[in-house]
């Protein structure tokens, strides 16, 4: 790194600002590679990701502010605090218990005027950070007392946009009504150890590999989507939905 930076124009160029959204682009594609389990890739993505955390902390130690040493040595600091049930006294026999008490020391390490939700990153995925927030809140005591009782907040969200749907589709309440059912059914998925996130994507590929199969059926009759009806779409995505269940 520290060749390419004063040989390599590109290299030589790059700031933070310019790496942001590079490091987002390779994240998500360490992602897709966990997601298809396809080890080559994750290995490749890993380092694809490494190679940013270098470079990161070679433009900080070119302004004198820190360097990669500083970067894992506060990492191993951050490490031993946040897990006192491994480096101290404290009895977590669960996960649940160390979710909780990382929550809490996090807190405690910002100082007490912090709040709860502060460390969500504004710029998450909505989806990500419903998940988040509510991770968080339930570690503080705010949250369910059994998981079942999500299910009447759900059916009461359900509801609402439902009647709102009939009344004004079109309407921001019909659109903040949505949003408070997506979040409850986010809820009811943290609650039984399902990450939405996850959950979606699995059906993302899902159609995908079916909507693919249907394209790919009608293209081998010399056709278009478009000129096809529905039934005859429905019978090729009810062969490829048999087709995985065997």
Same mark, same amino acid.
């Given at each position: ?26 994240? +998500? @594609? ?50 031993? +605090? ?13 996960? !649940? !218990? ?49 998981? @079942? ?10 509801? @609402? ?18 949003? !408070? ?10 609650? +039984? ?7 979606? @994507? ?45």
């Amino acid at each position: 790194m520290d060749e390419l930076r004063a040989k390599c124009p590109w290299d030589g160029s790059q700031t933070f600002d310019s790496l942001r959204t590079l490091t987002i682009e390779e994240t +998500y @594609e360490l992602a897709d590679a966990i997601i298809s389990k396809n080890m080559p890739d994750i290995k490749k993505e890993l380092g694809d990701v490494l190679l940013h955390i270098i470079f990161y902390a070679k433009i900080a130690d070119e302004q004198s502010e820190f360097d990669i040493a500083d970067v894992i040595d506060a990492l191993n600091q951050k490490m031993i +605090y946040r897990h006192p049930h491994v480096f101290g006294g404290v009895n977590a026999p669960t996960a !649940d !218990d160390v979710s909780r008490n990382w929550e809490q020391l996090k807190l405690k390490e910002k100082g007490r005027k912090s709040n709860v939700l502060e460390g969500v990153p504004a710029s998450l995925p909505a989806l990500v950070k419903a998940y988040r927030m509510q991770e968080k809140t339930s570690s503080s005591g705010f949250d369910w007392e059994k998981p @079942e009782q999500v299910w009447d907040k759900v059916n009461e969200e359900l509801a @609402e946009f439902s009647a709102e749907m009939q009344a004004n589709p079109k309407s921001e309440a019909a659109k903040n009504e949505f949003g !408070d059912l997506l979040f409850s059914l986010v809820n009811a998925g943290r609650l +039984y150890k399902i990450n939405p996130e996850d959950a979606l @994507e699995r059906t993302n590929q899902k159609f995908l590999r079916r909507f693919n199969y249907v394209e790919q059926k009608i293209k081998e009759q010399g056709k278009q989507l478009r000129d096809c009806d529905l039934a005859e779409m429905d019978k090729y995505w009810n062969e490829a939905k048999s087709l995985e269940n065997k």
